[in-house]
């Protein structure tokens, strides 16, 4: 079943760094902007929070802007967000997809920030 995976978070201390990945298993990544989101809690809005070009170029929402560093490599068919000096307000799951043909979402994958 062709979904996109997103992998990567974890518990993490405030000021700590966690790596977050999205793999599209049978739907190409490539030949699209990729969005990443953020939902706080269960129910609340997805937020849109960067965006990676399909080559590389990337945007950022103000709340992680010089803290957060998208990158994609086609070749593996993956996106990336390198989450730097996390806060506590980064805590929720964290999503990608496609902008302009988007699939099904995927499971997410949870940061947790805490002390």
């Known amino acids: 079943q062709a979904q996109i995976v997103e992998s990567g978070g974890d518990l993490v201390q405030p000021g700590g760094s966690l790596k977050l990945s999205c793999v599209g298993s049978g739907v190409p990544l490539n030949i699209d902007i990729v969005n990443w989101y953020r939902q706080r809690a269960a129910g609340k809005e997805r937020e849109l929070i960067a965006?990676?070009?399909?080559?590389?170029?990337?945007s950022y929402d103000d709340s992680v802007k010089g803290r957060f560093i998208g990158s994609r490599d086609n070749s593996k068919n993956s996106v990336y967000l390198q989450l730097n000096s996390l806060k506590f307000e980064d805590t929720g799951t964290y999503y990608c997809?496609?902008?302009?043909?988007?699939?099904?979402w995927g499971q997410g994958t949870q940061v947790a920030v805490s002390s």
């Open positions: 997809n496609r902008a302009s043909m988007p699939v099904g």
């Open positions: 965006s990676v070009g399909i080559g590389g170029g990337t």
